[in-house]
């Protein structure tokens, strides 16, 4: 069961482990290198809505990166097996992330939440998105009508989700965050001060040159690069979709008291 109130660092990183949203993930080492050689060889599916032209066609530079940030095994050759995601990188990250939550919070700016894994993460973006609304912070809604060739894009509980099918969708591209950039723009309004995403939605937002903050799974480089070359401000490493999205709770809790914002139901 998910640990009651705010836990401490020490606890947190219990948590993540025991759950396996860091420690030995479910993520194998070679879906990992899969997905590293093909960022590598273009591919754009895993370029999560960043141009990352001719900069990463080295799939052990790749590596490099997402041992640095993320905490997988950085030994070439190990080419099967588990690997790992390193719980004090995640708890790094989510302070880092609290750090640029604290500025928005204080500035009372727009902050746009977007999310391409709602069975896992809609529930702590959400929260956030509470959180900084009661600090009086502007929740961007998104315009109506949007739509992309995977599906609708529309929002759920202060989160802009793809839909398709009356089901929410798990999606890696970046065109839904395009979709609402430029519906925004249509309408002459102002664009997010900041995002608050995951997958495309936050590497997309991060393209355009909009402060932007993502979790990430060890399989999904691409935000990692981008944060190692200032296009995103913040990569969360994480799996991105545990057994249960209460697992996150704790997490949530850990976020939003280092951010100094009040959790709501």
Not at 53 to 79: F, H, I, K, S
Not at 128 to 149: F, H, N, S, W
Not at 208 to 225: E, H, K, R, T, V
């Amino acid at each position: 069961m998910p640990i009651p109130g705010t836990p401490s660092r020490a606890d947190l990183v219990d948590h993540l482990v025991r759950t396996r949203i860091a420690g030995d993930v479910a993520t194998p080492r070679e879906n990992n290198l899969s997905h590293y050689r093909k960022l590598a060889n273009g591919d754009r599916h895993f370029w999560l809505g960043l141009e990352l032209g001719d900069r990463w066609t080295d799939e052990q530079d790749v590596l490099a990166v997402m041992a640095e940030r993320c905490g997988v095994n950085d030994d070439p050759e190990y080419r099967h097996g588990q690997d790992t995601i390193d719980p004090e990188l995640t708890i790094d990250a989510l302070d880092r992330m609290a750090s640029r939550l604290r500025k928005a919070a204080a500035g009372k700016q727009r902050v746009l939440f977007a999310t391409g894994h709602p069975g896992g993460l809609l529930d702590v973006h959400r929260a956030t998105a509470a959180g900084l609304r009661a600090a009086g912070c502007e929740i961007v809604v998104i315009p109506d009508g949007l739509q992309t060739d995977e599906g609708y894009v529309f929002q759920f509980a202060d989160v802009a989700v793809l839909e398709q099918g009356a089901t929410l969708w798990h999606t890696h591209s970046g065109e839904p965050m395009r979709a609402i950039l430029t519906g925004l723009e249509r309408e002459g309004r102002p664009l997010p001060d900041l995002v608050v995403a995951d997958h495309g939605w936050a590497g997309f937002a991060g393209q355009q040159g909009i402060d932007s903050m993502g979790y990430a799974d060890s399989n999904d480089p691409a935000l990692f690069i981008a944060e190692s070359e200032g296009t995103l401000q913040v990569t969360i490493p994480l799996d991105d979709h545990v057994t249960s999205p209460r697992h996150y709770d704790p997490m949530t809790a850990y976020l939003l008291d280092a951010a100094g914002l009040t959790a709501t139901a």
